[in-house]
T-cell receptor, first 120, second 115 residues
Framework: DTEVTQTPKHLVMGMTNKKSLKCEQH?????MYWYKQKAKKPPELMFV???????INESVPSRFSPECPNSSLLNLHLHALQPEDSALYLC???????????????????FGDGTRLSIL | QQQVKQSPQSLIVQKGGISIINCAYE??????FPWYQQFPGKGPALLIA?????SEKKEGRFTISFNKSAKQFSLHIMDSQPGDSATYFC??????????????FGEGTQLTVNP
């Protein structure tokens, strides 16, 4: 079992629906990530939150809306998705920047098992 | 400059054999090189990682070899087992990122270990 928990494991939604993906970690990590992974491809970074603030948005369409309510939770709100958005959505966390120089160090990212999203 | 090139795309090895996966990079700002293992239906799991000031790191049957001058690193799986059958991703991250960790992944290698 991973220490990053994602719900739901599977989600099927129509193009007009609104849904949310949830991610939770209790490792005290201060950086959290959303990735999109297509079959037989590596994960693609979508968003990074550092200390609950959005620090990286990899030019993701606005139909994906991230939210970090607190240091343990990360949500991804979905609205008006397209069939090409069908993929495995992965959440990850890492210790995040630390110390006065905000140096990351070699802090690994821990991934959840993802939400398999299908858009009809 | 942000790319990490991984080969081979797929690899078939007999049980007990050595699996070797190679990665190459261009960006000299990379200073952390993890390998991830991903089983079907699961998220990537960190397997082993290395920094460029070390030429080799071994953890059990898994070894990373790192060649800084050639900007190449490789994963060796000794005594490969059918349970090692998975997709393996190499990755790299630049130093001194202050706002989260942007990993650059290789394209992945599908490893099959035959019994």
């Amino acid at each position: 079992d991973t220490e990053v928990t994602q719900t739901p494991k599977h989600l099927v939604m129509g193009m007009t629906n609104k849904k949310s993906l949830k991610c939770e970690q209790h490792m005290g990590h201060r950086a959290m990530y959303w990735y999109k992974q297509k079959a037989k491809k590596p994960p693609e970074l979508m968003f990074v939150y550092s200390y609950e603030k959005l620090s990286i948005n990899e030019s993701v369409p606005s139909r994906f809306s991230p939210e970090c309510p607190n240091s343990s939770l990360l949500n991804l709100h979905l609205h008006a998705l397209q069939p090409e958005d069908s993929a495995l959505y992965l959440c990850a966390s890492s210790q995040g920047p630390a110390g006065p120089l905000l140096m990351l160090g070699n802090q690994p990212q821990h991934f959840g098992d993802g939400t398999r999203l299908s858009i009809l | 400059q942000q790319q990490v090139k991984q080969s081979p795309q797929s690899l078939i090895v007999q049980k007990g054999g050595i699996s070797i996966i190679n990665c190459a990079y261009e960006n000299t700002a990379f200073d952390y090189f993890p390998w991830y293992q991903q089983f079907p239906g699961k998220g990537p799991a960190l397997l082993i990682a290395i920094r460029p000031d070390v030429s080799e790191k071994k953890e059990g049957r898994f070894t990373i070899s790192f060649n800084k001058s050639a900007k190449q690193f490789s994963l060796h799986i000794m005594d490969s087992q059918p349970g090692d059958s998975a997709t393996y991703f190499c990755a790299a991250r630049p130093r001194r990122e202050t706002s989260g960790s942007r990993l650059t992944f290789g394209e992945g290698t599908q490893l099959t270990v035959n019994p």
